[in-house]
């Protein structure tokens, strides 16, 4: 399986390296998935230029290179400074586009067109970003779909907890009848922070700010946009409405008081920022639950019940984000479409 790697920071750095690291492995530790499974970076493209190999780049060297302050693609050997992305998706042959540059939720671009691009060029695409879904995850799949490809998407909720494989595969079957979650690690932290030590909003988020959980700009989670946009993968991949962002009723977390959370303590409950789909309009507010939830978890980390005909209720926990998480949902998602085309072989 060859791939293109498009973007090259925290995330794009960790898919290397993980891919190295099993590459050395090969077959063996895959399971059944993974029977014949051979991956190998051939480009890897980011905003100031490409490095191209088709024999399979080496992350140790792109490492020194970016170390020492260079873009990658001032690498000596197969550097093409300058060569835009879309040229490199274009011309370089490869089965998969891996697409991890930076979210924009006003028009999902630069990933749009990458992933179109992929699309009409005949390669598959796994990406971690959120934008080019939530602005337009319907009309993304069914041109997958027309141009008969995968488009994977695993690490865009959840980070490395597979919740959106929990309910496809291990729920197949069932029936799902709604979907909550807490599915921002920021806004978790801002608000248990709150409850816990009875700090003000403000404190609280200067506090996730000083640590690194919430960037200078917090709007895209404290307004409840990053929940949003999770939501809306979960209700077009899981419960197959047609939505995307603007469908979304949006409340974020900036009014919710010490005296709120106080009045929830007095019940049992706390407030939490919950995404939810379980009616016709998919949601995004603070909600008050109770402690007892098993979906009242703590600090940044994430958690989503799936509500379902024959199972109840279905919990899953995790981490919501980290570099290597998420590269290991790209590889969960790459070994997918490795399994999905060896299948269709044997039809
Ligand atoms: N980090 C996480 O824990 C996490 C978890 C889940 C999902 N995600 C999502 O995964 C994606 C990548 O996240 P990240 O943390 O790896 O971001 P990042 O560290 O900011 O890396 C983004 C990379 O994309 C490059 N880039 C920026 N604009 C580009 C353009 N126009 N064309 C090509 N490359 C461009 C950047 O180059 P420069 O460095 O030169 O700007 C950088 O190499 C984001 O959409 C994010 O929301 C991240």
Known sequence: MRIILVGYGVVGKSVATILARRYA??????????????????????????????????????????QRGYPISADPDFGKP???????????EAEVVVEVTPVNIKNGEPAISHITKAFKTGKHVVTTNKGPLALA???????????????????????????????????????????????????????????QNRITFQDALATAQKL?????????????FDTACKTVILANWIMNRKVTLKDVDRTGIRDVTLEMLDDAAKRGNTIKLIGAIDGDVP?????????????????????????????????????????????????????????????????
Do not use: W
């Open 212 to 224: 690194g959980y919430a960037e200078r700009e917090p709007s895209m989670d404290i307004d409840g």
């Open 283 to 347: 949601t995004v507010k603070p909600t008050e639950i109770a402690k007892t939830n098993p979906m009242c978890v703590s600090g940044v980390l994430n958690a989503v019940t799936f509500s379902t005909e024959y199972a109840a209720e279905q919990t899953l926990i995790g981490r919501g984000a980290g570099g290597i998480e998420t590269a290991g949902a790209v590889l969960r998602d790459l070994l997918d479409i490795r399994h999905k085309l060896a299948t269709k072989l044997l039809e």
């Open 25 to 66: 492995d090969r077959v063996k530790d895959y399971g059944y998935y993974g029977y014949g499974f051979n991956p190998k970076i051939v480009a890897i493209a980011d905003i100031d230029g490409a490095v191209i190999n088709p024999r399979g780049l080496s992350p140790e060297k792109l490492e020194q290179i970016k």
């Open 82 to 92: 300058g060569m835009p992305v879309l040229d490199v998706i274009e011309q370089v």
């Open 137 to 195: 995850m319907p009309a993304l799949t069914e041109l997958a779909e027309y141009n008969n490809v995968y488009l994977r998407f695993s690490g865009t909720v959840g980070g490395g907890t597979p919740m959106l494989e929990f309910a496809k595969r291990c729920l197949a079957g069932d029936k799902i009848l709604g979907i909550k979650g807490i599915l921002n690690g920021t806004t978790n932290y801002i608000l248990t922070e709150m409850s």
